[in-house]
């Protein structure tokens, strides 16, 4: 296990527990505190979700979360969601080792497409990197990790609201009892405690976190800088962008890129 590098946010915990007699993984958070997190940042970026996006965007950190949990710890998710109604395309990523959550949505400049497409890559410390892509349809969030569980992990998966920011999620493991999965709803989940032998299998914590900093925009604008330095400037000394991850914002000069562009040219080959 690892701990959280930033101490001064513990971030939320996570619970898994296997139903015993169902063979099922329950994963289970409340996420009141990793949503506050993220609402700061982002009024720190200048930059508030609003209606549809807000929604999407909560439901997809809520999922990546718990779906993270129940992963081994080496592993790394990244998911990026293009859905055609509405229009937007909605990024989350969960990181294992460093117990750390992110997210951002697009709302303009989204093409449009036949159909929506989740996209899921998987890092593993111990694998070749993975990707799949899945076809689905829907505004839910929630109903498109589930299928994306039914097509690409081969195993059903369910979301379940306990409460607004208390979610909870299934997941099938081998020879789970399906038509018991199925039967679930919300009133069943309240009960799940009573109704279901529940083994906690162990306890993580996740904080809404991106690490991005001046160095990583300077690496993400140096190919551009080479071959595009007035387009990408326009006439200008600072250029002022957004974190791709999480909507951070970066002030970078013209100086400290080409200023960037020759420190990699002086490393060695």
Same mark, same amino acid.
């Given at each position: 296990?690892?701990?959280?590098?930033?101490?001064?946010?513990?971030?939320?915990?996570?619970?898994?527990?296997?139903?015993?007699?169902?063979?099922?993984?329950?994963?289970?958070?409340?996420?009141?505190?990793?949503?506050?997190?993220?609402?700061?940042?982002?009024?720190?970026?200048?930059?508030?979700?609003?209606?549809?996006?807000?929604?999407?965007?909560?439901?997809?950190?809520?999922?990546?979360?718990?779906?993270?949990?129940?992963?081994? +710890?080496?592993?790394? =998710?990244? +998911?990026?969601?293009?859905?055609?109604?509405?229009?937007?395309?909605?990024?989350?990523? *969960?990181?294992?080792?460093?117990?750390?959550?992110?997210?951002?949505?697009?709302?303009?400049?989204?093409?449009?497409?036949?159909?929506?497409?989740?996209?899921?890559?998987? =890092?593993?410390?111990?694998?070749?990197?993975?990707?799949?892509?899945?076809?689905?349809?829907?505004?839910?969030?929630?109903?498109?990790?589930?299928?994306?569980?039914?097509?690409?992990?081969?195993?059903?998966?369910?979301?379940?609201?306990?409460?607004?920011?208390?979610?909870?999620?299934?997941?099938?493991?081998?020879?789970?009892?399906?038509? +018991?999965?199925?039967?679930?709803?919300?009133?069943?989940?309240?009960?799940?405690?009573?109704?279901?032998?529940?083994?906690?299998?162990?306890?993580?914590?996740?904080?809404?976190?991106? *690490?991005?900093?001046?160095?990583?925009?300077?690496?993400?604008?140096?190919?551009?800088?080479?071959?595009?330095?007035?387009?990408?400037?326009?006439?200008?000394?600072?250029?002022?962008?957004?974190?791709?991850?999480?909507?951070?914002?970066?002030?970078?000069?013209?100086?400290?890129?080409?200023?960037?562009?020759?420190?990699?040219?002086?490393?060695?080959?």
């Amino acid at each position: 296990m690892s701990d959280p590098e930033n101490s001064a946010d513990p971030g939320i915990e996570v619970r898994t527990y296997f139903a015993r007699g169902r063979n099922a993984l329950v994963a289970r958070a409340e996420f009141s505190e990793l949503y506050t997190a993220f609402y700061l940042h982002r009024m720190d970026c200048g930059n508030r979700l609003e209606g549809s996006s807000d929604q999407l965007l909560r439901d997809a950190l809520a999922a990546v979360t718990l779906h993270s949990a129940s992963r081994p +710890w080496k592993e790394t =998710v990244a +998911w990026t969601v293009n859905f055609q109604t509405p229009l937007a395309n909605v990024f989350v990523s *969960g990181n294992n080792r460093l117990g750390t959550v992110v997210g951002n949505v697009f709302t303009e400049n989204v093409k449009t497409a036949p159909h929506s497409l989740f996209y899921a890559d998987i =890092v593993s410390e111990s694998l070749p990197p993975r990707r799949s892509v899945v076809e689905f349809s829907g505004q839910d969030f929630l109903r498109a990790v589930e299928t994306f569980y039914l097509q690409s992990e081969q195993r059903p998966a369910r979301f379940f609201r306990y409460d607004d920011e208390d979610l909870v999620m299934v997941t099938a493991q081998p020879d789970a009892d399906l038509e +018991w999965m199925r039967s679930l709803d919300e009133d069943a989940i309240r009960r799940l405690d009573r109704d279901v032998e529940l083994g906690l299998l162990e306890k993580r914590r996740y904080r809404f976190e991106c *690490g991005c900093n001046q160095n990583q925009m300077l690496a993400m604008l140096a190919p551009v800088m080479r071959k595009h330095p007035d387009d990408l400037f326009q006439g200008e000394e600072i250029i002022r962008i957004h974190c791709p991850r999480c909507g951070a914002r970066h002030t970078i000069t013209r100086e400290s890129l080409e200023a960037h562009l020759v420190r990699l040219e002086q490393m060695p080959k």
